[in-house]
């Protein structure tokens, strides 16, 4: 067996057992901090945030039905060079954020990121502009397969303050899952608060 | 074809069967095998992995393009034309396989960086070398040897997954968890069907040197094969990351046909001991077949990261200046993109060049503008944006490029 393989086997050994000590936490309807972000969540999601491989500082992911099915990423202000999707391994390197990104350069960021979680035929469209607390801010729509095939949409919000980035992403299959909750979606987008 | 080539072929074919002669397959001996034996279990595993890959997100749906391919495939194994089904799939990597059901994949990374048809042609030719001398059947039964191992791993993790599902509150944690457990486990099985393609080396040099046969015996340009693989470890050498550097072999994503010194050197021997005379290349019916692909095949690529190989790559496809606006375009992306010392300054000799051949995308021109901007040029920025939104009136960054042009105004500057 060749030595990627053998790493392959040893990751998946460890992330075999990191169920057993995870903890998914409830994060009820009403305000709910992201760091020093602020949201108000529509209804209850559960906070999957100990899924996130490698567990990115300043990343929390929200599911209503599992990850599968739908999936809230809530970044609170992405520092220079972090990433939103850890590497899986040393190459490729996985996208960072930049603070001198450009708008469109801001949505390739998001899109990159996007596939680095492995998603396939990723394309963004209907970009418009958004207010984000006081921060003038983007928003866009995703498209995307999975690599079985599946459809999926997306909507994402990205706004750039002080330097760093604060996104809303949600992903979910484009059959009923992504409209279900497409209302709940833009309205936390809207009452998003970016911290100082 | 050459007068010569059917008896080289015949000559490479007799050469495999002094290793290979139980093993080569008939051109009628396509019926399935006993489901009852390890090449039945074979068949049934590579049924499978044909059934999946034609619901994959990768799969590209173009006949235009699967059937060009198939088509050179006929050509360098037309007594197997009947069995040969391909599958052209859109992932950034070098790499073909075929079943022993001939189910055939040849990914998008391959195409990209075979540079004409005489290449294809070796490939392919060297797949159907595997199909052939069932050396998928020696790789299945060592991966079954594995299998204890990662049957073993598999009851591991869904043991694992189960026992978490039911420890944690809510049935959507349950799900949440055991999604990704199922994942783990499609992973393990994944690993299992990649190794039946795992040979040895002494199978690939054997289908190096029997699919140099079938590709000269269709008339193809003897030096495509040595001159493939020399290209392989030439980009891996200008990568960025010192492991694909310095690695003896270049790899596949699965790591199934290492391209060895040693490989390179016996293909240069076959070559240079052919005679010299017309052959065919078939360069421009390549470039013509890959070229609605081009641009998003070199946009996946731009997403590996790897910006020393993709400006070789670019290099390579540039070698006989075709398609200058596209292919500088691209040289720009990967400078913007790379951000090192300098690149600002490349990036925009890049885009002034695209944007002087026919075929430069609109995106050239925002990208300029960008650029102009950012070195405080700002008619130049300017002239760019409005060349940008007269050639691409209804994109769907036209509200941002004219409020980046209204700034500019309120600004004041020049």
Redesign the interface.
Known sequence: ??A??WR??AC??L???L??C?T?TLAPAGPYAVGGQSVTLGRSW?D?SI?LPGRPKNVRLL??????LNRLYIVDGLADGRALASPAG????T?RW?SDL???EQ?EFVA?SV??MGY??VE??????ARVGGVDG?R?NIAA??????DISGVAQVAESGGRLFLILFLAPTEHYFGAQEAEVEGIMSSARPGG | MTRLAPALLAAALLSAAATSEAWARSPTAASRPDPATDEGGLWSSSDRAEAEARTKAELDADPVLTGYVRGVACKVAAEYCGEIRVYVMDRPFFNAQMAPNGYMEVWSGLLLRVTDEAELAFVLGHETSHYVHHHSLDAWRAARRRANATMALSAVVAVAGAAAGAGVGGDAAARTINDSVNALVDVLYLAAVASMFAFSRDQEAEADRLGFARAVAAGYDPSAGARLWRALQAEAGHSDFPTARTEEAVASVFATHPVTAARVAALETLSNDRPAGSTDSGRARYRAAIRPHLADWLRDDLRRRDYGRTLHLIDRLAADGEDPGLLDYCRGEVFRRRRGDGDDARALAAYRAASAAPDAPPAVWRELGDLHRKAGQTAEARAAWAAYLARAPDAQDRWLVEASLKALARSGQP
């Open positions: 067996m060749s990627p393989r392959a086997l998946a050994v992330l075999a057992a169920p057993a995870a998914v559960s999957i899924l599911t209503i039905d599992g990850p599968l040393k190459d490729p390197p996208p930049r450009s708008p469109g949505v990159d596939a680095a396939q035929r963004t469209k209907d970009l418009r502009p983007l866009f397969k999975t690599t079985g095939g599946l």
